[in-house]
């Protein structure tokens, strides 16, 4: 049974900072990434990160970049967001997804998506 499941969401103020968590278990694939995608209120979901299961490699959107990390731990199979200088935009619904193909944080590439956990960041 595939299970893809997020933790760590909450709310911070601005400037803070939270982990995210995404376990993902029970397929067999090979050469796949992980990847975080967001919601926001109103707005589409977009890809933000991921990193490959098999060289490491990462992949942000501009609106992150330099502010988010990705990382990965293979021996216990848990992939983590770490996110710092948050802002009030940043505040969504933080999806973990598999992803497999060609086109990175793109949801065409999701293959299994987890179950999303709330990020707000307000004063």
């Known amino acids: 049974q595939v299970q893809v499941v997020e933790s760590g969401g909450g709310l911070v103020q601005p400037g803070e900072s939270l982990r995210l968590s995404c376990t993902a278990s029970?397929?067999?694939?090979?050469?796949?990434?992980i990847g975080w995608f967001r919601q926001a209120p109103g707005k589409e979901r977009e890809g933000i990160s991921s990193?490959?299961?098999?060289?490491?490699?990462?992949y942000y959107a501009n609106s992150v970049e330099g502010r988010f990390t990705i990382s990965r731990d293979n021996t216990k199979n848990i992939t983590w967001l770490q996110m710092d200088s948050l802002k009030p935009e940043d505040t969504a619904i933080y999806y973990c997804a598999v992803e497999q193909g060609e086109k990175r944080l793109s949801e065409e590439s999701v293959v299994f998506w987890g179950h999303g956990t709330h990020v707000t960041v307000s004063s």
């Open positions: 990193i490959s299961i098999s060289d490491g490699r990462t």
């Open positions: 029970g397929f067999a694939l090979d050469d796949y990434r």
